[in-house]
Every structure is written in C-alpha cells, then in structure tokens.
C-alpha cells in the first residue's frame, strides 16, 4: 500500500490532462468531419450538375439533328404532304427552350450562343420560304423566269451557306457544352 497513493496522483494528473485536452481534441476531430462532409457535399453536388448538364447536351445533339435534317430538306420536296411551318415552329420553339435551360446550367454566354442559333434558323427559314415563292412563279413568265432562275440560284447558294454556318454552331456549342461537363470533378 505504499505505492498506492503515488498512483492514484499519477493517474488524476493524467485524467486532468485529458479533461483539459478533449474538448481541443473533439475540436480538431469535428473539424476533420466538416471538411470530410465538405468534400462528400461538392462530390454530391457535382454529380447532380453533371447528370443535368449530360441530359442537356442529350437534348441538344437530338435538336441539332432535328434542326439539321429540317434544313437539309429540299425545297422541291417541301410540298410532300409535311407542314414546313409547324416543323419550324416546334424546332424553332425546342431551341427557345433550351436556351433557358442553358442560361441556368453553364452561363449567360451560352444562352447567346444558342440565340445566335436561333437567328441563323429563323434566318435559315425566311430563305427557304423565300425560295418557295420563287419557284412558283419561275414558270410563270419566260422572261422574269430567267431572272428568278438566277435569284433561285443565289438564294440556294445562301441557302448552303446558312445551312454550313448553323451546322458549324451547333458542332461548337456541342464541344463547348461537353468541355464544361468534363471540367466538373466527379
């Protein structure tokens, strides 16, 4: 029993020591579980934007095809039974939508981007109506005939030129939409 007094001191010393340093150690331990729940959160988050951001980019390959194959009809053809007008409005009013939708998931500059879309296939749209009238009428008179031939033939070649400027869009606001979802840390 000689010892015994000496221990029971050593041993409170030690339960003084870690009563004083356990609420420090709790400390840094729920700090360590802050940034871990941080970091679990960004993971989560990210994920959610680059599911949205996936299915955007679905959604516009599919309207850019839309809208390619509707440009890529010859204007001959147009008279074939399908409604132009309400291809072009769907097309037209798809496009509208997915602008919205891109100004919330990447940015102002992309809500532009797919407006100047939208301009060239309005624009796009008003030549090939413009085409249509002029086909009508190019038998009408010998004469003026030649002269809407040659306007016909400018107007298709501004037709083609169009035609390359909004494909070329559509391909680089697809390689713009697929960079900003590689760039998220998934």
């Known amino acids: 029993m ?3 007094p000496v221990i029971m001191e050593q041993t409170k010393d030690w339960i003084d020591y870690l009563s004083a340093f356990g609420p420090v150690i709790a400390a840094f331990i729920a700090i360590g579980i802050a940034v871990w729940q941080g970091k679990i959160q960004n993971r989560q988050h990210n994920l959610a934007l680059f599911e949205k951001r996936w299915a955007f980019w679905e ?6 095809y839309k809208a390619q194959t509707f440009k890529h009809i010859p204007a001959s053809e147009m008279g074939d039974g399908s409604d132009p007008e309400k291809n072009f409005w769907t097309v037209s009013q798809e496009i509208q939508s997915l602008a919205k939708k891109s100004g919330v998931l990447f940015g102002k500059t992309f809500e532009m981007e797919i407006n100047e879309i939208a301009k ?3 624009q796009y749209h008003i030549l090939l109506e413009k085409i249509l009238e002029k086909e009508k009428y190019k038998d009408d008179y010998e004469r003026s005939g030649r002269n809407i031939i040659k306007e016909l033939s400018q107007d298709h070649d501004d037709r083609i030129n169009i035609g390359m400027q909004h494909m070329k869009k559509w ?11 590689r760039e ?3």
């Not at 680089?172 to 979802?181: G, N, R, S, V, Y």
């Open 171 to 181: 391909d680089d606001l697809a390689q713009h939409i697929f960079d900003k979802i």
């Open 2 to 4: 000689f010892f015994y």
């Open 120 to 122: 060239l296939f309005e």
């Open 184 to 186: 998220l840390e998934v």
């Open 59 to 64: 959604e516009t390959k599919k309207l850019g």
